[in-house]
Structure formats: C-alpha cells, structure tokens
C-alpha cells in the first residue's frame, strides 16, 4: 500500500520538522513494502531523510524565470524533489486550473522524470448520476495526459468526500477502482476523508493500491492509524 499524506496549506517549517521525526520513529514497524509520501508545503520543505518520499503539492512548470510567486524546478531541486501532485481538484476548481495547464504541467515534470501523482475526481452532480457518467468526466481528466508514463500513479478523490466526513462507499471505490485500472494499469490512490475507522475496508479493495490522506494525515497519530491499520 502507498499512504500519502496531502496537509494542503497546513503546518509550518516547525511543525512538520516536528511531524517528520515522530513519524519516522514510528516508521520503523510499518510493512516494509508499503510507501509513505508526504507533502508538506512548500516553505516547510528541507532535506529530509528516512523511510518515506517528501513531495511538493505544486510548482510552476519552468526552471526559473519571471512567475511572480511560483516555485520552479530550480527551488525544488535545492531539497531535491521529484515528486508532485498534478491536478488536485482544489487547484482545479479554487486556483482555476485548466485541464490544459495541468497537461502542461504534467508533460513538463514528466520530462524531468518527477514520479506524478495525478489527482482526478467528480463533483456530486454527476455522481449522482451514476458510474458511466462519472467515467466520462474522470476519463476527460486524461486529457493530454500520458497514461504509460513511467513514474505515475492516480488519485481518484471524489470531490463530494474530500474534508466533507463523507466517504465513497465501498461499493463506489470498487467499481471506480475496477474501471479505472481498465483505462490505465497504474497504482491507484483512493482519496476522500480516509480515517482509521474506514481504512480497513478500503485498504482491502482489490484495485486501492494506496491512499491520499488530508485531514487525517494533520497528526502523526491519525497517520499512523492508517499506515500502521
Ligand atoms: P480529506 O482526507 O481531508 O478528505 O482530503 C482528501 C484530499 O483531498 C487529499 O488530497
């Protein structure tokens, strides 16, 4: 399983320093198998070192230049990064991303050989209107994107059970997953309020082959009940 852990615009330099070496400490009993993402952000990056892969929830798909308040390969590389989340749905709907900055963006850190996690999911207005449709926009989200790149691994993230308490049934991530791994033969994340009470269930489901946590991944205890489960 793959447990990655999204804090969004939470924590600072401190407290993750802080966040990092208790969770490493505890890392020392998780299945050696298993992989532990985190992404901070940005101004609490470092040089971290231990059992797990710090990422960047965004960048700006230059070396350097002239994008007043972004970051470039230039500044990930000083902690040397190569993992990004691409396309996460607050981007996409808060910051106004298009689905052709995010294959910009995609096409550009995939040149640079950056492990991708890319991020899709629909809102509850087409949920409700069942699976077909639900395919029909997460498939629209591949738009541009090269599906057989090496390093790249989806998040399926309802956007209806993000930070909502509100998780996808079972039934729901079985038949998205099962669809999913159809169109591309890559891990695939659920996200979407993950908490020690739903990650045995979830974590069963053949086609998860790993989890994208925000709320729970805020504190090393509510992390590890889920890397740990
Ligand atoms: P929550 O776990 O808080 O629902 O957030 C999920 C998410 O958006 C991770 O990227």
Redesign the pocket.
């Known amino acids: 399983m793959i447990y990655a852990a ?1 804090f ?1 615009t939470n924590h600072t330099r401190k407290s993750t320093e802080n966040y990092i070496e208790d969770l490493q400490r505890h890392l020392l009993n998780k299945n050696s198998e298993d992989r532990v993402l985190i992404f901070p952000p940005l101004t609490a990056l470092d040089n971290y070192e231990g059992d797990f892969t710090v990422g960047v929830q965004n960048a700006y798909p230059v070396n350097n230049g002239a994008f007043t308040g972004e970051v470039g390969l230039e500044q990930l590389a000083e902690f040397n990064i190569n993992t990004i ?1 691409i396309g ?3 981007r996409r709907d808060i910051l106004n991303e298009s689905q052709e900055d995010v294959a910009k963006k995609f096409a550009f850190f995939k040149e640079q050989g950056f492990e991708i996690i890319y ?1 899709i999911g629909e809102s509850l207005e087409v949920r409700e209107q069942g699976l077909e449709a639900v395919m029909e926009h997460l498939l629209s989200q591949f738009e541009g994107i090269d599906t057989t790149y090496e390093h790249f691994m989806v ?1 399926y ?1 309802p956007i209806w ?4 308490g509100r998780t996808a049934s079972v039934e729901e991530i079985t038949s998205t997953h099962d669809a999913l791994k159809k169109v591309v033969n890559k891990p695939l994340l659920y ?4 908490k020690g009470a739903n990650i045995a269930e979830i974590a069963a489901i053949e086609n998860v082959d790993g989890v ?6 805020l504190k090393t205890e509510t992390f590890l009940e889920l890397v740990l489960h």
């Open positions: 999204n969004k989340l996460h749905s607050e991020c998040a993230e059970a993000i930070g909502t996200g979407g309020s993950v994208l946590v925000g709320g729970a991944s």
